[in-house]
């Protein structure tokens, strides 16, 4: 589990595929980020969320090694995100709002890419088709990458991230600009490779970023202002939401939402409803149930009472709990 | 694990960065303009080197007739080494020297400011030394101006050769001798095409940033010929020329040691600031 508490470094080391400790960056008298230290555990997708001008992009950068530190370090698998010789291989990044060279094709480009990577001719001939067909872009390979749709240059962007399998995937922004289908497939690429490697996305889009992480970090100012599993930064683990009908007010007559009755569910430590909106709010103790349990047992009571329901949700939602945490 | 070899990395930066000055508009028309340019004015100068040996008047050579000219040019030594090559030819070497760092300027201004400018940059500072990807650049920079200087060299043999009265041995060891001088002038005006280059993360910027380093270090080379610091001349890349035509192997080698030099330093400096900035 990441335990990821600004500022003190957290997460342990020996477990950690990248870190951060007291990292700053200032550009002028502007500090993008400041202090901040994380740690995000080998083969966990890792979000870093946050407003514009959050430092998100800019500890990317950092853990990409576009960007010298100022203060701090940070360390991708151990080392120095600059060291190319032991990382060449290992740490894959899809940046943001880079170009890909116009005059090659994008076959030349992958395996440039891959020779780049230490691998020989015919092995880097291999891993950028492999790596062009996860990306459905097989018939790609001898198109100019000039001549390319954006939505084609980033899953091309994409393939060269992911091109021999490295252990770390940096992704900057990997869905922004593209239309709904693309983006959905991005998604799935993402979650295809989940698992067997460790994934970091900087993303606006914070229903992905839910979707897709296993942990996350809210930036804010260049400061971490929440860090932990998505469980606990969405409270998903702590509370259970029930959107009603417009309208439903607390009561006992049908219809009506049962305050008491709810709370009397075994384990249920508070109850609110929240009238305006309406939803009704239950929190409960999750060292004795979980939040599947508990959705059970309010909508039978809710149901019997032939309260209107709309919908259920497991916690506040990361766009919620970043709307609370920076307003 | 093994390391990488940097001069994989280097090599495989200046194939790819040989590929990207050819295929592009920008390295295409140059090429032809160079070549076809090269081509139309050694027809003139074939013809009038062929004129002017035949005008000889009886009992007085080639050599004879060029030498006080080559003599006041390059000193004694030199003058009369290479009193005896068509004049065509040295003329395109003159043009070349001349020429190159024009070439160059135009050639090279966005090799590494344009890719910093769109960031295609990072996609190789994350697999590639940022010293390979500067020498890279650099050595794709020179052999791109080599490619077409060759090219223009080459036609201007074929002209000198059908046109000219010369024997063709002849022609081709001067030729070959002329293009060697400009390898190494050539290598130190893309040093410091790609220093200066790589320091502006615009193309436009990176080009007029270029012109005035260029035009700086001629102005070195007119101020050492005016004052009493000789010494300046050894900064502006042309000067060489003179040393590396001597009959002398320690002059050329002098020549040579001092291009190498230039190339060795501007492209090393470019290097150093390129690993310490932010791209």
């Known amino acids: ?297 309010v909508l039978t009571v809710l149901l019997q009472n032939e309260v209107r329901i709309s919908g259920v949700t497991k916690g506040r939602g990361l766009e919620q709990r970043l709307i609370d945490l920076v307003g | 694990m093994r390391a990488m070899s940097p001069l994989v990395e280097i090599r495989l930066v200046t194939v790819r960065e040989l590929r990207r000055s050819f295929r592009s508009f920008k390295g295409v028309l140059l090429g032809i303009i160079a070549i076809a340019g090269g081509a139309g004015v050694s027809m003139l100068l074939a013809w009038i080197d062929r004129a002017k040996r035949e005008s000889l008047p009886p009992g007085i050579d080639i050599e004879a007739a060029q030498e006080p000219f080559f003599t006041a040019s390059y000193g004694e030594e030199t003058g009369k080494a290479i009193a005896a090559c068509p004049y065509a030819l040295w003329t395109i070497l003159v043009a070349t020297l001349w020429l190159g760092p024009l070439l160059i300027s135009l050639l090279d201004y966005d090799t590494v400011s344009g890719e910093v400018q769109h960031r295609s940059v990072r996609f190789w500072t994350v697999r590639t030394r940022r010293s390979s990807y500067i020498l890279g650049k650099a050595l794709g920079a020179w052999f791109s101006v080599l490619a077409v200087t060759l090219g223009m060299n080459v036609i201007v043999w074929g002209v000198t050769i059908g046109v000219g009265k010369v024997p063709p041995a002849q022609v081709l060891a001067w030729g070959a001798r002329f293009f060697a001088v400009t390898m190494p002038i050539s290598a130190a005006w893309c040093g410091v095409a790609v220093l200066v280059g790589s320091l502006f993360r615009t193309p436009m910027l990176s080009l007029l940033a270029i012109s005035a380093a260029f035009s700086g270090l001629w102005i070195l080379r007119v101020v050492a010929g005016l004052s009493d610091w000789p010494w300046l001349a050894y900064a502006y890349p042309n000067f060489y020329d003179s040393l590396l035509l001597s009959p002398r192997p320690s002059t050329v080698a002098l020549g040579l040691l001092g291009t190498g030099a230039i190339a060795a330093l501007t492209t090393g400096a470019g290097a150093s600031l390129f690993r310490m900035r932010d791209v």
């Open chain 1, 1 to 297: 589990m990441a335990s990821l508490r600004s500022p003190s470094p957290g997460g342990s080391v020996e477990d950690a595929a990248l870190r951060t400790v007291h990292l700053t960056k200032r550009f002028g008298q502007k500090i993008a980020v400041d202090d901040v230290s994380l740690t995000v555990p080998a083969g966990a997708v890792f979000g870093l969320v946050g407003p514009n001008g959050a430092g998100k992009t800019t500890t990317f950068s950092i853990l990409a090694g576009y960007l010298h530190p100022s203060g701090g370090r940070a360390e991708v698998l151990g080392f120095a995100p600059t060291a190319v010789d032991e990382l060449r291989a290992r740490l894959g990044v899809l940046p943001q709002d880079a170009l890909l060279p116009a005059q090659d094709t994008v076959g030349e480009f992958l395996v440039h890419m891959a020779e780049l990577q230490d691998l020989p001719h015919p092995k880097a001939l291999a891993a950028a088709r492999e790596s062009l067909d996860d990306v459905a872009g097989r018939d790609w390979w001898n198109q100019r990458c000039g001549s390319l749709s954006h939505g084609m240059a980033k899953r091309v962007a994409l393939a060269q991230a992911f091109l021999g399998e490295p252990e770390v995937v940096l992704l900057d922004e990997p869905t922004a600009g593209l239309d709904p289908r693309v983006a959905f497939e991005v998604r799935q690429l993402v979650k295809a490779k989940k698992g067997r490697r460790t994934i970091v996305i900087s993303s606006h889009n914070l229903t992905e970023l839910e979707e897709t992480c296993d942990y996350a970090a809210i930036l804010d100012r260049g400061k971490i202002v929440a860090s932990g599993s998505m469980a606990e930064l969405t409270a998903a683990n702590q509370e259970v939401r029930i959107q009603l009908a417009a309208g439903t007010r607390r009561g006992t007559t049908p219809g009506e939402v049962p305050v008491s009755r709810v709370r009397d569910i075994p384990h249920v430590t508070t109850v609110d409803l929240q009238e305006e909106q309406p939803e009704l709010v239950v929190g409960f103790d999750r060292s004795q149930t979980d939040a599947e349990a508990i959705i059970g047992k």
